[in-house]
């Protein structure tokens, strides 16, 4: 099938203002005829529901969490982009977007990218407006901070709470719109399938967490904000309700799923510190504004306390590779040079998984009091985890899954190929490439929720009679049905193994041979292994209770059954692209020392994959990737 | 590391029907193990024997989603200064404690299941006024409005609140007065938040009361149990807002209070 991306015509930096004027529009009192289902309430959901709701459109707004505010955009701690130049560093939107796909290496959408770094000037304007409080000067002007792969200081933020900070104001505006009646908010519902009609999204099936009752929506379109698939390696940095089901239902009803092997690994999250692990915490990455990365130089040092090892027997090898973006080298780059350390026996802490970040220099030049408001939070976050106290040692960091690039392939207008469904922020798979830069998570799920989609969505819906298709329509109570036997299902396997227990064995190998470095022999010998793991699985679970009640073990096996599928379609999509670029690392496609060699001649395109009925056998369609304005090149940040 | 032998003592509980105590013995729990590491070995360990486990509400498991709650030992979200549930480590109990864990108590959060209630009161109140009045796409440039930085630090302090509910958990009259006053704080006290400052007040104020919360007589039992060190001085600015709003109200001079889709 061909994929046809929708991007409009003309120069670069026209495109977006041009498709505004090009787009539809649709008349006041119309718009309420329309219903919109949002699915998720993070950054993108909330900003999404909020403002179709303030243009007047009727709005249903689901989360599985007890409340909309919870929703993990919420533990984003560092910052959010925006190409404001307050600094007068010279920044401007073409060095955000210039910046975006190189940081992406080269695999984003060039058009999307733009349009993304045109919207970030006014993400910061409505965040203010609604209260956010931002950090400021003493002039009571904005203040910025720096993050990896940027040469200028263009990020806002909030302590280090700014996801917080950012959703609680999108989280006031549905709040706003709840209380207008625009919005109406389902709160502890799952999205267990996508309804399609005739090839269009029209609605969807939830389950009530605390009921366990079944239920059927219908929409006008649908809207999926539900977030990243992180956590198909079990552990990551997403909270524990994190899943991939919504994206891979709708994949199952024929969106496709583009790039899923673009996933990034965040640098600096406090090491693994046992198997009864749950989840990895991270460090923000502005903390690498100030700390300074290093092991030992001798490997019979790793073991002595840091303040034993002298200055001249410390590796600081991020500033030693990369002199010029030195402790601020991107995600991917830093990450694989931590792991680089310590398969060379350098790694310091339990398991030697871990480098030293180190604070000494900055506390010395700054003063410890300094460093406590920037950073004090995360300080502290530090000690009660590990026990330690970062003012005292320097920090024991490692790498760990944080945000995944791929997601359901969307055109200009985030529409994926099903008519009808649109895909917002990390869901969706467009602008951030094979790498995302620090910052810039924030800024996509905003500017997808409160910019682009209010615009784009009205070229869908004006070809729409509005409230045509109910839940009465055949689909939805087959839909209904499919999703109450599959409940059964899982209630009546009564096997030995906990979902928790399959759950962490597929993240294991997943994590084995799909996460910082991939090769073709590893991947194959996944493919092999996730299909027998998933056969076990639906022998072998045990979820207790029952399906009419609160069932927290019910939940988590749907989504670890979902997962266990969509491990496969990574590991696929992983071994099909024979080149590294940014999060995907191929050990085989290296250069001599060490770094990511992309192969544009035969991959610059975006792998967009079809679901066909067999697992192990999806379609392949690519979507060429044309570079206009930015030049092809090899990633450097030496 | 080294490995706790615990017996807890576990609030179990379906819907409205009356709960129970129930011991559950936890030998073996590595003292790195988060405390709700310890409840996932637990709940591990009771699905293997065939036995219903323990539910209760988590997510983020890094303090900030504020999903997380449990009454540990009486305390909202243990006895850690300014942590929660999720972020308090094993390390601080030793091997033979005893720990009772309940759910947060209040007739205004409902229980679900054992350790899970309903919170949905808290998004009712932020419903009835928590917002600015702003629409997407209308603002001005965001250095248009310069906000001195001890307004702006003084707003972040109240805006760190999580909503976990532990000010009610831990108030012998179930008052969110803390919840309220650091979401009405946080906007009463920026420049964005003045044009709606007395609607915001009045409104919030009395959805709590209708939600069912207590009264606040001033024991500051809320403070510290706050996971995020909220300080009760915005207690004392809510008191002061709602005062001033109630005047005016008196008088006539107060736009109809928000919320309820007026």
Same mark, same amino acid.
């Given at each position: 099938?061909?994929?046809?991306?929708?991007?409009?015509?003309?120069?670069?930096?026209?495109?977006?203002?041009?498709?505004?004027?090009?787009?539809?529009?649709?008349?006041?009192?119309?718009?309420?005829?329309?219903?919109?289902?949002?699915?998720?309430?993070?950054?993108?959901?909330?900003?999404?529901?909020?403002?179709?709701?303030?243009?007047?459109?009727?709005?249903?707004?689901?989360?599985?969490?007890?409340?909309?505010?919870?929703?993990?955009?919420?533990?984003?701690?560092?910052?959010?982009?925006?190409?404001?130049?307050?600094?007068?560093?010279?920044?401007?939107?073409?060095?955000?977007?210039?910046?975006?796909?190189?940081?992406?290496?080269?695999?984003?959408?060039?058009?999307?990218?733009?349009?993304?770094?045109?919207?970030?000037?006014?993400?910061?304007?409505?965040?203010?407006?609604?209260?956010?409080?931002?950090?400021?000067?003493?002039?009571?002007?904005?203040?910025?901070?720096?993050?990896?792969?940027?040469?200028?200081?263009?990020?806002?933020?909030?302590?280090?709470?700014?996801?917080?900070?950012?959703?609680?104001?999108?989280?006031?505006?549905?709040?706003?719109?709840?209380?207008?009646?625009?919005?109406?908010?389902?709160?502890?519902?799952?999205?267990?399938?996508?309804?399609?009609?005739?090839?269009?999204?029209?609605?969807?099936?939830?389950?009530?967490?605390?009921?366990?009752?079944?239920?059927?929506?219908?929409?006008?379109?649908?809207?999926?904000?539900?977030?990243?698939?992180?956590?198909?390696?079990?552990?990551?940095?997403?909270?524990?309700?994190?899943?991939?089901?919504?994206?891979?239902?709708?994949?199952?009803?024929?969106?496709?799923?583009?790039?899923?092997?673009?996933?990034?690994?965040?640098?600096?999250?406090?090491?693994?510190?046992?198997?009864?692990?749950?989840?990895?915490?991270?460090?923000?990455?502005?903390?690498?504004?100030?700390?300074?990365?290093?092991?030992?130089?001798?490997?019979?040092?790793?073991?002595?306390?840091?303040?034993?090892?002298?200055?001249?027997?410390?590796?600081?090898?991020?500033?030693?590779?990369?002199?010029?973006?030195?402790?601020?080298?991107?995600?991917?780059?830093?990450?694989?040079?931590?792991?680089?350390?310590?398969?060379?026996?350098?790694?310091?802490?339990?398991?030697?998984?871990?480098?030293?970040?180190?604070?000494?220099?900055?506390?010395?030049?700054?003063?410890?009091?300094?460093?406590?408001?920037?950073?004090?939070?995360?300080?502290?976050?530090?000690?009660?985890?590990?026990?330690?106290?970062?003012?005292?040692?320097?920090?024991?960091?490692?790498?760990?899954?944080?945000?995944?690039?791929?997601?359901?392939?969307?055109?200009?207008?985030?529409?994926?190929?099903?008519?009808?469904?649109?895909?917002?922020?990390?869901?969706?798979?467009?602008?951030?490439?094979?790498?995302?830069?620090?910052?810039?998570?924030?800024?996509?799920?905003?500017?997808?929720?409160?910019?682009?989609?209010?615009?784009?969505?009205?070229?869908?819906?004006?070809?729409?009679?509005?409230?045509?298709?109910?839940?009465?329509?055949?689909?939805?109570?087959?839909?209904?049905?499919?999703?109450?036997?599959?409940?059964?299902?899982?209630?009546?396997?009564?096997?030995?193994?906990?979902?928790?227990?399959?759950?962490?064995?597929?993240?294991?190998?997943?994590?084995?041979?799909?996460?910082?470095?991939?090769?073709?022999?590893?991947?194959?010998?996944?493919?092999?292994?996730?299909?027998?793991?998933?056969?076990?699985?639906?022998?072998?679970?045990?979820?207790?209770?029952?399906?009419?009640?609160?069932?927290?073990?019910?939940?988590?096996?749907?989504?670890?059954?979902?997962?266990?599928?969509?491990?496969?379609?990574?590991?696929?999509?992983?071994?099909?692209?024979?080149?590294?670029?940014?999060?995907?690392?191929?050990?085989?496609?290296?250069?001599?020392?060490?770094?990511?060699?992309?192969?544009?001649?035969?991959?610059?395109?975006?792998?967009?994959?079809?679901?066909?009925?067999?697992?192990?056998?999806?379609?392949?369609?690519?979507?060429?990737?044309?570079?206009?304005?930015?030049?092809?090149?090899?990633?450097?940040?030496? | 590391?080294?490995?706790?032998?615990?017996?807890?003592?576990?609030?179990?509980?379906?819907?409205?029907?009356?709960?129970?105590?129930?011991?559950?013995?936890?030998?073996?729990?590595?003292?790195?193990?988060?405390?709700?590491?310890?409840?996932?070995?637990? !709940?591990?360990?009771?699905?293997?024997? $065939?036995?219903?486990?323990?539910?209760?509400?988590?997510?983020?498991?890094?303090?900030?989603?504020?999903?997380?709650?449990?009454?540990? !030992?009486?305390?909202?979200?243990?006895?850690?200064?300014?942590?929660?549930?999720?972020?308090?480590?094993?390390?601080?109990?030793?091997?033979?404690?005893?720990?009772?864990?309940?759910?947060?108590?209040?007739?205004?959060?409902?229980?679900?299941?054992?350790?899970?209630?309903?919170?949905?009161?808290?998004?009712?109140?932020?419903?009835?006024?928590?917002?600015?009045?702003?629409?997407?796409?209308?603002?001005?440039?965001?250095?248009?409005?310069?906000? $001195?930085?001890?307004?702006?630090?003084?707003?972040?302090?109240?805006?760190?609140?999580?909503?976990?509910?532990?000010?009610?958990?831990?108030?012998?009259?179930?008052?969110?007065?803390?919840?309220?006053?650091?979401?009405? $704080?946080?906007?009463?006290?920026?420049?964005?938040?003045?044009?709606?400052?007395?609607?915001?007040?009045?409104?919030?104020?009395?959805?709590?009361?209708?939600?069912?919360?207590?009264?606040?007589?001033?024991?500051?039992?809320?403070?510290?149990?706050?996971?995020?060190?909220?300080?009760?001085?915005?207690?004392?600015?809510?008191?002061?807002?709602?005062?001033?709003?109630?005047?005016?109200?008196?008088?006539? !001079?107060?736009?109809?209070?928000?919320?309820?889709?007026?």
């Amino acid at each position: 099938m061909s994929l046809n991306s929708n991007i409009p015509s003309g120069p670069m930096a026209m495109k977006w203002s041009k498709h505004k004027q090009d787009s539809k529009l649709i008349n006041p009192k119309n718009k309420r005829k329309f219903t919109v289902l949002v699915v998720g309430s993070g950054l993108a959901g909330s900003s999404a529901a909020a403002t179709l709701s303030e243009l007047g459109y009727k709005v249903k707004c689901f989360c599985f969490q007890d409340s909309a505010r919870r929703a993990h955009s919420i533990a984003a701690q560092g910052g959010i982009n925006a190409a404001k130049n307050y600094q007068n560093d010279g920044d401007s939107v073409h060095r955000l977007f210039y910046d975006t796909v190189k940081g992406g290496d080269f695999r984003a959408r060039e058009a999307n990218v733009h349009r993304l770094a045109e919207v970030s000037v006014n993400i910061i304007d409505q965040c203010v407006a609604q209260g956010v409080p931002f950090a400021r000067e003493y002039g009571g002007m904005l203040a910025n901070r720096s993050f990896g792969g940027a040469q200028v200081s263009r990020t806002f933020y909030a302590r280090g709470q700014t996801g917080q900070q950012l959703l609680l104001g999108a989280y006031s505006a549905l709040n706003k719109e709840i209380a207008s009646g625009g919005v109406q908010m389902y709160t502890r519902m799952e999205m267990l399938d996508l309804v399609t009609v005739d090839g269009h999204a029209k609605g969807i099936i939830t389950r009530n967490l605390v009921t366990g009752k079944i239920e059927a929506h219908a929409g006008d379109a649908v809207l999926l904000c539900t977030g990243g698939y992180g956590n198909v390696f079990y552990l990551s940095t997403n909270a524990m309700g994190c899943n991939v089901t919504a994206t891979w239902r709708a994949h199952r009803k024929g969106a496709f799923f583009a790039n899923p092997c673009y996933t990034q690994i965040h640098p600096t999250c406090i090491p693994v510190s046992g198997d009864y692990q749950s989840k990895l915490t991270l460090m923000s990455e502005s903390l690498r504004n100030d700390g300074r990365v290093w092991v030992p130089k001798k490997k019979e040092d790793c073991g002595k306390a840091p303040d034993q090892i002298p200055e001249a027997d410390r590796d600081y090898y991020l500033e030693r590779k990369y002199p010029s973006f030195g402790n601020l080298a991107p995600r991917d780059i830093s990450s694989r040079a931590a792991k680089e350390a310590c398969d060379d026996g350098r790694g310091v802490g339990p398991g030697g998984r871990g480098v030293y970040l180190d604070f000494a220099e900055a506390i010395q030049q700054f003063g410890a009091k300094t460093i406590a408001e920037r950073y004090g939070n995360l300080f502290e976050m530090y000690e009660r985890i590990t026990g330690e106290s970062a003012y005292k040692r320097p920090m024991r960091i490692y790498p760990a899954v944080h945000y995944t690039m791929g997601g359901l392939w969307v055109d200009y207008n985030l529409m994926s190929n099903l008519p009808g469904l649109h895909v917002l922020g990390e869901a969706n798979f467009s602008d951030h490439g094979a790498n995302r830069l620090g910052a810039s998570a924030l800024m996509q799920g905003l500017a997808d929720g409160y910019f682009v989609i209010p615009t784009t969505i009205a070229n869908y819906l004006v070809g729409q009679k509005p409230g045509s298709i109910t839940t009465d329509h055949p689909e939805f109570k087959k839909a209904v049905e499919a999703c109450t036997a599959q409940t059964k299902k899982f209630l009546n396997i009564n096997g030995k193994r906990s979902v928790d227990s399959f759950h962490r064995e597929l993240g294991l190998l997943v994590w084995d041979k799909c996460g910082m470095a991939r090769t073709r022999e590893g991947l194959t010998e996944a493919l092999k292994r996730i299909p027998e793991l998933r056969e076990e699985f639906w022998q072998n679970v045990k979820v207790p209770g029952s399906g009419d009640f609160t069932n927290p073990e019910l939940e988590k096996a749907g989504r670890v059954a979902d997962f266990m599928e969509f491990a496969e379609l990574l590991c696929l999509d992983a071994r099909h692209r024979e080149e590294s670029c940014g999060g995907h690392f191929r050990s085989e496609y290296q250069t001599e020392d060490g770094e990511a060699k992309r192969d544009d001649e035969n991959f610059s395109y975006a792998a967009a994959w079809e679901y066909t009925g067999n697992l192990s056998q999806p379609t392949l369609n690519k979507e060429p990737l044309t570079f206009e304005e930015v030049h092809l090149a090899v990633r450097s940040y030496k | 590391m080294s490995l706790l032998n615990l017996h807890l003592k576990v609030w179990r509980q379906n819907g409205s029907q009356p709960g129970h105590f129930q011991d559950i013995e936890a030998p073996e729990i590595p003292d790195h193990a988060s405390f709700l590491e310890m409840m996932d070995i637990v !709940n591990e360990r009771l699905i293997s024997k $065939g036995e219903d486990p323990v539910a209760f509400d988590h997510d983020c498991r890094e303090g900030i989603c504020g999903m997380c709650s449990m009454q540990i !030992n009486g305390v909202p979200h243990g006895p850690e200064k300014a942590t929660t549930t999720c972020q308090l480590h094993m390390r601080k109990f030793r091997t033979g404690d005893t720990i009772w864990i309940e759910p947060f108590r209040a007739s205004a959060f409902p229980i679900l299941k054992d350790l899970m209630v309903d919170r949905t009161a808290f998004d009712r109140i932020q419903q009835a006024g928590g917002f600015v009045t702003v629409r997407t796409g209308a603002p001005q440039d965001a250095n248009a409005l310069p906000i $001195g930085k001890e307004v702006a630090d003084a707003a972040m302090d109240a805006a760190e609140c999580i909503g976990c509910g532990a000010c009610v958990a831990a108030c012998k009259n179930a008052s969110a007065m803390l919840f309220v006053s650091a979401k009405a $704080g946080q906007l009463n006290s920026l420049p964005q938040g003045q044009p709606e400052k007395d609607r915001r007040t009045l409104g919030m104020v009395r959805q709590m009361d209708k939600e069912g919360f207590g009264n606040c007589t001033n024991q500051y039992e809320c403070e510290a149990a706050c996971p995020k060190g909220i300080s009760v001085r915005w207690i004392t600015k809510l008191n002061r807002d709602y005062a001033i709003a109630s005047v005016k109200e008196a008088f006539g !001079n107060t736009p109809k209070v928000a919320g309820g889709g007026d």
